[in-house]
């Protein structure tokens, strides 16, 4: 269920997964690497250099399970929100935590 209409760069949303041997609702922030180096100054939470994409888990709480996603595409549109779903659905290793993957994107 979209929480709002998709911006370029971000989108909220909740989705239905496993994790933890367990059915979940994950909430989640689904953004661009471009956003998260516009509002972190280039850099994600302070590092530096490089910004890679990752999945950022949280504890569950009311809403579900929180959840960042950051992946190095253009933009957000429907078919992007229904891939990333597809992903996290799919990712068999979850655990709470930033896990970065890819290459890096460089920061500024």
């Known amino acids: 269920m979209l929480l709002g ?3 370029d760069n971000r989108v909220r949303v ?5 994790f933890e041997s367990a059915e979940v609702v994950w909430d989640c922030e689904f953004v661009t690497l471009q956003h998260e180096q516009q509002c972190h100054g280039g850099a994600p ?7 890679r994409s990752f999945i950022e ?3 569950p709480g009311a809403q579900g399970v929180p959840v960042r996603v ?4 253009a933009r957000i549109d429907r078919p992007a929100i229904l891939k990333m779903m597809v992903m996290m659905r799919n990712y068999k290793r ?3 935590g930033r896990h970065e993957f890819g290459a ?3 920061g500024g």
Do not use: N
Not at 14 to 18: A, N, Y
Not at 45 to 51: F, K, N, P, Q, Y
Not at 70 to 73: F, M, T
């Open 5 to 7: 209409e998709p911006q």
């Open 14 to 18: 909740r989705f239905s997964g496993r």
């Open 45 to 51: 939470r302070g590092e530096v250099d490089s910004l």
């Open 57 to 59: 888990i949280g504890a």
């Open 70 to 73: 950051g992946l190095d595409i």
């Open 94 to 96: 979850l655990r709470r």
């Open 104 to 106: 890096s994107r460089r």
